[in-house]
């Protein structure tokens, strides 16, 4: 059931046009999309109750009751977001077909496949929403990515009304629009992650709209985030474990020297202060914490197995005895 009068959770008066409404929830569905805010529940629940405003106010039938009765009916099944996983194409972007599922309601008129399509009805607004994947160095440190992007603008010709005199316009048609292929170059602020928005203005469907990105951090095979910190393992020989050592630690700022201390254990964890990433709004900036892992040499010999008796013999007792016997 919807908890809040429609018309609030819309923003829009009880007098309000159907333009005015259905302009009122794409808005607010583009804001609160799970596709731009990922991990948000918050956003989630609030996109939903738009939706759900928006299930009663446009349909004819559903607004006059609740305007007679204030009696919402039962809005349609929502279920959990559940992102799903991209698909590769060129130059960073990748598109997932959740995201334009969902968006074509929002840009009505748009395909499923990222906007593409170019149906026989164009939405009134002029922003684009699409997803881009960025590298995690870039998120961490900030940079400048490029990459081409395919986005319906409307037709310069027609205007965006498909005609010309009597017929369609020779231009776009009759579909309304043209879809450009536009090389973009984007500013990525340091610190930002998967479920953040970029707002690159002026590159909507016209001058006067603006190309909302919704970013994807790529996974690294090194590093890891946590917050504001990064987490990564560092293996080291039995012998530097052993009698301590000064090693090299990358971290996304560049390698660091440090000091293993002797006697170090595999899982130990130490840290490097202020190497990890820097908040934008706190002003501060977060830690590397790297793990020990003991490396192994890769070949077994005589002496290495006379050594390893010998090293063997310095334990005081089985590195196993305080291990339950059973569950």
């Known amino acids: ?67 007679q009765t204030g009696d919402t009916g039962e809005p349609p099944d929502m279920p959990a977001y559940r992102p799903q996983q991209g698909v590769g194409t060129p130059e960073g972007f990748r598109w997932s077909g959740s995201f334009g ?101 002026g590159k909507g469907r016209s001058e006067n709209g603006d190309l909302y990105l919704a970013v994807t951090v790529e996974v690294h095979p090194y590093f890891a985030r946590q917050g504001d910190d990064i987490l990564t393992d560092v293996p080291v020989t039995v012998e530097e474990a052993y009698n301590g050592a000064e090693i090299d630690v990358p971290t996304i700022h560049g390698p660091v020297r440090a000091r293993i201390p002797v006697g170090t254990a595999a899982g130990q964890r130490f840290r490097l202060k202020a190497r990890g990433v820097e908040n934008g709004r706190t002003g501060t900036t977060g830690d590397h914490y790297y793990r020990i892992t003991i490396a192994m040499p890769s070949r077994h010999s005589p002496e290495g197995k006379a050594l390893a008796e010998e090293f063997g013999k310095l334990y005081g007792q089985n590195p196993r005895s305080s291990l339950p016997a059973s569950a």
Not at 24 to 53: C, M, T, W
């Open 1 to 67: 059931m919807v908890k809040r009068d429609p018309y609030e959770a819309l923003g829009v008066e009880r007098k309000a046009s159907d333009a005015d409404i259905k302009k009122a929830y794409r808005r607010l569905a583009r804001k609160y999309h799970p596709d731009v805010n990922s991990g948000d529940a918050s956003a989630q629940k609030k996109f939903q109750e738009i939706a759900a405003a928006y299930e009663i106010l446009k349909d004819p039938v559903k607004r006059q009751r609740y305007d």
């Open 101 to 201: 599922d969902l968006f074509s309601e929002i840009f009505e008129g748009a395909g499923a496949s990222g906007f593409g399509g170019g149906g026989s009805n164009i939405e009134e607004d002029d922003d684009v929403a699409l997803p881009l994947t960025i590298p995690f160095r870039d998120a961490v440190l900030g940079g400048t990515v490029s990459f081409r992007a395919r986005i319906p603008r409307r037709c310069s010709r027609c205007g965006g009304s498909g005609r010309s005199g009597r017929g369609a316009c020779p231009l776009c048609h009759g579909a309304r629009v043209v879809v450009e292929n536009d090389k973009l170059s984007v500013r990525i602020p340091a610190g930002v992650t998967t479920g953040s928005k970029i707002r690159v203005p």
